[in-house]
């Protein structure tokens, strides 16, 4: 009996991911909220939100408190994740949900805390009295305080796994899901699947660099050349030299390198420049030296054709 209490205990146990993510899903309402409000301020004149932003934004977080913890238990991140609050201070097992007095406690700590910390640091930002610096060295030594309090109430979370915040451990609710847990279990092919063709995606993008294409193609070109039957010598030159042989138009300013093929002199030097192991796309000759054509194979055998 008892093993069965301590494993159904465990099976409805709120992760600490689950609670951790539930406080980032109040945040991200909070700022969506946040500027969908200030954008209707668009027109008006501007800075006129900054005088009463931290009252809006009380009344704000005071509205939604009321339709989420104060009427559902719970907030908008919780109920997302199937979450709710609990009085821990119940001596019942059954689930109670948090009394009045706990909910206006949560309201006063959350909404007023941050409003006072908001509106304290306006207004001793505007004053430069004596009596203001007094009060505001008091102000941030209680602000310092209650951040030291909510670290080591964090890492006490962390250990333990209840009681996310302060605030939660002060007023002794905590976060259980509301309808029992059962154990699932979960499949990791479609996820195996998406890690293989992520990794081969991966290998693929830091091979695809390394080839030659250029080379590749070329050296394909030149087990065809054998096949067909390559030209030679001077006649060679006059044949291809009616074209180059990267544009594929009459060469400008014809050069060599060191093979039949004629290229247009900006065509090969900026192949070149791009890549250092620049080779003839039709025999797969490397780049040596970049020659002009001669004169006499130019002028003569080239117009002759």
Request: charged residues 20%; contains cysteine; hydrophobic residues 40%.
């Amino acid at each position: 009996m008892a093993s069965r209490e301590e494993k159904t205990k465990r099976t409805n146990r709120v992760l600490r991911i689950s609670q951790l993510d539930a406080l980032e899903l109040n945040k991200a309402l909070e700022q969506l909220v946040w500027s969908q409000f200030t954008q209707c301020f668009h027109g008006f004149k501007p800075g006129l939100l900054a005088h009463f932003e931290p009252e809006a934004k009380a009344f704000l977080w005071l509205f939604l408190w009321r339709f989420t913890i104060y009427s559902k238990n719970a907030t908008v991140g919780q109920s997302v994740l199937n979450i709710q609050y609990k009085n821990d201070f119940s001596p019942k097992q059954r689930y109670q949900p948090p009394s009045k007095n706990q909910k206006l406690w949560y309201a006063v700590c959350t909404i007023g805390g941050t409003w006072l910390e908001e509106r304290c640091y306006d207004l001793f930002r505007n004053r430069h009295l004596a009596s203001f610096g007094k009060a505001r060295q008091c102000v941030n030594v209680m602000v310092g305080l209650l951040k030291l309090g909510g670290l080591i109430n964090f890492l006490i979370f962390l250990q333990r796994g209840k009681f996310a915040t302060l605030t939660e451990r002060l007023l002794g609710i905590r976060s259980v899901f509301c309808k029992p847990q059962s154990v699932r279990e979960v499949g990791f092919e479609y996820m195996n699947r998406e890690l293989l063709w992520h990794g081969f995606a991966e290998f693929l993008i830091f091979l695809l660099p390394l080839i030659n294409i250029q080379k590749l193609k070329a050296k394909l070109s030149s087990w065809r050349i054998p096949l067909i039957g390559a030209p030679n010598g001077d006649s060679a030159l006059a044949t291809s030299g009616k074209q180059c042989s990267l544009c594929g138009e009459w060469p400008t300013m014809p050069h060599t390198i060191g093979c039949e093929h004629i290229f247009c002199y900006y065509c090969v030097k900026s192949s070149f420049l791009f890549d250092m192991y620049f080779t003839c796309p039709k025999c797969g000759t490397e780049v040596h030296s970049l020659q002009p054509l001669k004169s006499g194979i130019e002028m003569s055998e080239v117009n002759a054709l």
